[in-house]
């Protein structure tokens, strides 16, 4: 089973700053967070992960809280190619440990 | 660089009858995976190879599905017989080695197989 829980579906106004939730609240020491998206038709695309720091790079930032039990993925300025399934994925950080997908937030981006 | 590959994109076969996928991962990624997504549902792995060995495939139904990397390049997932049940989207992952640590897995496109 997944180790996050993450709202069903969410909708952000285009250009306005999507937060997307999730509560990982069993999350081990040398566990890290990971983030994905689905667009309609595709696969899975890696958008970023972390431990316990802020992450940033040019798709989105991730803000971990400090007891690292929940976290956010900010995408800053949305546009409608950002609708899309996004799944919040807790794992260790080596090539051996599984993702285990959950159903992820369906965000819809509204013009 | 080059995608991950797969074909068929789509496949719609009878049940009993037996079908196969192709996956070409990126140039130089040792790590393969092999994910079912049934609708409305996160993939699920299937299938993970290290180069042409098998690491994990506690979750392939291996009465009726298999999988092979020879050379530790291409891999291919076999269905016999199919049933209704395995109508879902394959997808095929690969990993790159550990050069900075990240482990993320790029994914294909996927093929989408619909059992009558």
């Known amino acids: 089973d997944a180790k996050t829980t993450q709202p069903t579906s969410m909708d952000c106004a285009e250009g306005r700053a999507a937060n997307l939730p999730c509560n990982h609240s069993?999350?081990?020491?040398?566990?890290?967070v990971y983030w994905y998206r689905q667009i309609h038709s595709q696969g899975p695309q890696y958008i970023i992960h972390?431990?316990?720091n802020n992450e940033t790079n040019e798709m989105a930032s991730l803000i971990i809280t400090e007891d690292r039990k929940s976290s956010t993925l900010i995408l800053p300025h949305a546009t409608l190619r950002d609708t899309a399934v996004y799944y919040c994925?807790?794992?260790?950080?080596?090539?051996?440990?599984?993702?285990?997908f959950g159903k992820g937030t369906r965000l819809h981006i509204l013009p | 660089e080059a995608g991950v590959a797969q074909s068929p994109r789509y496949k719609i076969i009878e049940k009993r009858q037996s079908v196969a996928f192709w996956c070409n991962p990126i140039s130089g990624h040792a790590t393969l995976y092999w994910y079912q997504q049934i609708l409305g549902q996160g993939p699920k792995l299937l299938i993970q190879?290290?180069?042409?060995?098998?690491?994990?495939d506690s979750q392939l139904p291996k009465d009726r599905f298999s999988a092979e990397r020879l050379k530790g390049v291409d891999s291919t997932l076999k269905i016999q017989p199919a049933k209704l049940e395995d109508s879902a989207v394959y997808l095929c992952?690969?990993?790159?080695?550990?050069?900075?640590?990240?482990?993320?897995?790029?994914f294909g496109p996927g093929t989408r197989l619909t059992v009558t």
């Open positions: 190879f290290q180069n042409n060995g098998v690491v994990d």
């Open positions: 069993t999350i081990s020491g040398n566990e890290y």
């Open positions: 972390g431990l316990k």
């Open positions: 992952a690969s990993s790159p080695p550990n050069r900075e640590g990240a482990y993320e897995q790029y």
């Open positions: 994925i807790v794992r260790l950080r080596n090539r051996d440990d599984k993702i285990i």
